[in-house]
């Protein structure tokens, strides 16, 4: 074979892998990016969290008195200090 046809065909090879390439991104792409018009329930639950919101905005002004947290059979220090070597891991 010459070295022409070689050169022809590395380049159509090549060319033909990046053109599947981009075929496989142009479909993930689009599944990722399926818009969806929002039912009648969705609006309905949108407008229960945004009154829930205002309702919470009104108690901010007066938080609720904390209750005290049990931690079961481990103290307090404990448990932080599990947290943070869990975090450091």
Do not use: W
Request: charged fraction near 15%; include cysteine; charge should be negative.
């Amino acid at each position: 074979m010459s070295k022409n046809y070689r050169i022809i065909q590395h380049a159509i090879h090549r060319t033909t892998r990046y053109a599947l390439l981009s075929l496989i991104c142009a479909l993930l792409s689009a599944c990722a990016v399926v818009s969806e018009v929002p039912s009648d329930a969705d609006a309905a639950i949108v407008a229960t969290t945004n009154s829930e919101a205002g309702a919470s905005a009104s108690t901010a002004a007066n938080p609720p008195v904390p209750e005290e947290i049990e931690f079961g059979s481990f103290t307090e220090d404990q448990l932080y200090q599990a947290i943070i070597s869990e975090l450091g891991a």
